[in-house]
């Protein structure tokens, strides 16, 4: 089993910053691709970004330019900074890990007032 532990999220103004953290902890070996989902309320959960342990990435179009995931696999972490917020950012920011099997962390609040 793997545990996805989230932290970073928060209130923000349009235009700002926030970086996301999520640390992975037991079954860490059976890691290949770690990444960001959100879901607003009355909407399906999707992908924001996504990387693998070679370091590829892949991005949502809305957040391309703006948003920037990193791996620290020595620390079993991955980060979602997001720059230049927009209100139609806001949703709860899921971490996901897939190997073996998908987990989900337990999600985090992002919200980006006008």
């Known amino acids: 089993q793997v545990q996805l532990v989230e932290s970073g999220g928060g209130l923000v103004q349009a235009g700002g910053s926030l970086r996301l953290s999520c640390a992975a902890s037991?079954?860490?070996?059976?890691?290949?691709?770690m990444g960001w989902y959100r879901q607003a309320p009355g909407k399906q959960r999707e992908l924001v970004a996504a990387?693998?342990?070679?370091?590829?990435?892949n991005y949502a179009d809305s957040v391309k330019g703006r948003f920037t995931i990193s791996r620290d696999n020595a620390k079993n972490t991955v980060y979602l900074q997001m720059n230049s917020l927009k209100p139609e950012d806001t949703a709860v920011y899921y971490c996901?890990?897939?190997?073996?099997?998908?987990?989900w962390g337990q999600g985090t609040q992002v919200t980006v007032s006008s």
């Open positions: 996901m890990s897939e190997g073996l099997l998908q987990y």
């Open positions: 990387i693998n342990r070679r370091g590829s990435t």
């Open positions: 037991g079954s860490i070996f059976s890691i290949n691709v």
